[in-house]
């Protein structure tokens, strides 16, 4: 299973929020090119960025710090926040990064979602971020009134290549992933699912372990916050 390491970027800065609240806001001390260089150095291959300046704003407003970390690090690296235009997409991919999430401006849009499966293959995760089952966009500021279930059956035959599930509710709270939502999520879709949300322990990772259909899990608060070292994660990274 693949071990994401997080790093959220707002104002230049390493970062956390507790339920997708920017006024819950954590800054840490390392930079993001920092962190990611302490990332490289324990061995992870894999790594998690969101924009959180993008996902306010709708513009690549970090590319420049995610461009340094692509040129300087060997990861293979997914990318979130914001992106709601072909051009966001393509700047990412033109920068090195393996996969970039589309999130409110796919739930808003489907026919968004597909064209940019179609454009480009292999490259598209979706991130479905939900709270109480419903759907929620534009930064977690604003609940849909879809379903998550319902949702991805409607795009299930999109093309996505990886999915990334989020319980709003568990993020930043260092209280175990929702697991049971998780693998309703992981059983009907058609692409391999990204856990999200939540991690507080090794114990949760080797539990995501045992789902079917899950790719990988991302790790973020309980990293910078030492509840996990990073030495014992990097051994569960496969």
Not at 114 to 122: G, I
């Amino acid at each position: 299973m693949k071990i994401f390491p997080a790093i959220d970027i707002k104002d230049k800065k390493c970062v956390r929020l507790v339920k997708g609240d920017f006024d819950q806001k954590f800054e840490y001390k390392m930079s993001p090119v920092q962190q990611a260089s302490e990332y490289k150095n324990h061995g992870f291959k894999n790594l998690h960025i969101v924009d959180l300046d993008g996902a306010l704003t709708g513009e690549t407003v970090n590319l420049d710090i995610i461009q340094e970390i692509v040129k300087k690090f060997d990861f293979k690296i997914e990318v979130g926040g914001g992106v709601r235009n072909f051009e966001s997409i393509q700047k990412y991919i033109d920068a090195g990064v393996e996969k970039v999430i589309l999130g409110s401006a796919a739930i808003k849009d489907k026919n968004f979602l597909k064209e940019a499966c179609e454009k480009f293959l292999n490259k598209i995760a979706l991130g479905l971020d939900a709270k109480d089952g419903y759907l929620s966009v534009f930064g977690w500021k604003e609940k849909s009134n879809q379903l998550t279930l319902d949702y991805l059956k409607e795009v299930n035959d999109y093309g996505v290549s990886r999915l990334i599930y989020t319980d709003i509710n568990r993020d930043g709270m260092k209280q175990s992933p929702n697991f049971d939502e998780t693998s309703k999520v992981s059983d009907i879709s058609n692409c391999p699912v990204i856990i999200s949300g939540g991690v507080s322990s090794i114990d949760d990772i080797k539990k995501a372990k045992n789902l079917k259909n899950i790719e990988g899990i991302i790790v973020g608060k309980a990293i910078y916050d030492g509840d996990i070292q990073l030495e014992e994660l990097v051994k569960e990274d496969a």
